[in-house]
Nanobody
């Protein structure tokens, strides 16, 4: 059974930083694109960032470019999201996910392309 567990969320003031982690168990994800998404109350789930299996490729949603950085440690089966210069509009539940096909770097911004999801971690940014 594949399990993803996010951690590192919390409450932070605008301009602050947080680092989210997502530990995966039950499957080695070294060959899979990993993604981060977020969902604020009353809004649709939004693509935040994705990273290819070798870390060669990364991409970000327009609203977080230049402020967030995704990385991974395949030896630890873990993906990270470093969030800097946080804004109140970043407030959301953040989810990590495993792409449904290995060795694929496309469709990474669509939640439909991900097969496994974590339970989410809340990030709250105050103004």
């Amino acid at each position: 059974q594949v399990q993803l567990v996010e951690s590192g969320g919390g409450f932070v003031q605008a301009g602050g930083s947080l680092r989210l982690s997502c530990a995966v168990s039950g499957r080695t994800v070294s060959g899979y694109t990993m993604g981060w998404f977020r969902q604020a109350p009353g809004k649709e789930r939004e693509f935040v960032a994705a990273i290819s299996w070798s870390s060669r490729y990364t991409d970000y949603g327009d609203s977080v470019k230049g402020r967030f950085a995704i990385s991974r440690d395949n030896a630890k089966n873990t993906v990270y999201l470093q969030m800097s210069n946080l804004k109140p509009e970043d407030t959301a539940v953040y989810y990590c996910a495993v792409h449904r096909r290995d060795g694929v770097w496309n469709g990474f911004s669509s939640s439909n392309e991900y097969a496994y999801w974590g339970q989410g971690t809340q990030v709250t940014v105050s103004s």
